[in-house]
T-cell receptor
Framework: EAGVTQFPSHSVIEKGQTVTLRCDPI?????LYWYRRVMGKEIKFLLH????????ESGMPNNRFLAERTGGTYSTLKVQPAELEDSGVYFC????????????FGSGTRLTVV | GQNIDQPTEMTATEGAIVQINCTYQ??????LFWYQQHAGEAPTFLSY??LDGLEEKGRFSSFLSRSKGYSYLLLKELQMKDSASYLC??????????WGAGTKLIIKP
């Protein structure tokens, strides 16, 4: 079974540019989560999709971040315009149900804003 | 607020035993996880505790005391490949994972 796939694995962009991160969950997993780890700090929850609907987006830092999950399959997280403080590692996870079973992480996208 | 505390870094010797502590304060509790993360890789699941007590899985054991908001991860017979970050995470009442900052474990020969 393929795991959770994220790409790109690493992105370097200039402040003010736009970047789009993609997450492909495990097939059949309705629940998809985005997390972020800023340098030296703990991983923080960003949002939770159930199929194509946003179940909880309380962790999104501001309106420069836009997440979508068209058709309930893969998800994208767009940062526009990117700021220096957006640098960090963005993790995606998926699970069949919103509990602990089958909760699987992707390897993350390392975003560097210069 | 919600808070997970764990030591920033620990050093241990190959073949020895190390205990990594985690204390937490969260809104609701649906279990505590320990993950291992090597640099540049995804966190990988180690253990899950939802009831008080000790869960043993090979060289790794995890303990939970809900009344004290406390857990530890015990690693025995340390190997060089155990050098990694160990992340404590609590699943809150909304099934969101609240993470600690991670403990970097350095194993010396």
């Amino acid at each position: 079974e393929a795991g959770v796939t994220q790409f790109p694995s690493h992105s370097v962009i200039e402040k003010g540019q736009t970047v789009t991160l993609r997450c492909d969950p495990i097939s059949g997993h309705d629940n998809l989560y985005w997390y972020r780890r800023v340098m030296g700090k703990e991983i923080k929850f960003l949002l939770h999709f159930v199929k194509e609907s946003k179940q909880d987006e309380s962790g999104m830092p501001n309106n420069r971040f836009l997440a979508e999950r068209t058709g309930g399959t893969y998800s994208t997280l767009k940062v526009q315009p990117a700021e220096l403080e957006d640098s960090g590692v963005y993790f995606c996870a998926s699970s069949p149900k919103p509990d602990i079973y089958g909760y699987t992480f992707g390897s993350g996208t390392r975003l560097t804003v210069v | 607020g919600q808070n997970i505390d764990q030591p920033t870094e620990m050093t241990a010797t190959e073949g020895a035993i190390v205990q990594i502590n985690c204390t937490y304060q969260t809104s609701g509790f649906n279990g505590l996880f320990w993950y291992q993360q090597h640099a540049g890789e995804a966190p990988t699941f180690l253990s899950y505790n939802v009831l008080d007590g000790l869960e043993e899985k090979g060289r790794f054991s995890s303990f939970l005391s809900r009344s004290k908001g406390y857990s530890y991860l015990l690693l025995k017979e340390l190997q060089m490949k155990d050098s990694a970050s160990y992340l404590c995470a609590v699943m809150d009442s909304n099934y969101q994972l609240i993470w600690g900052a991670g403990t970097k474990l350095i194993i010396k020969p």
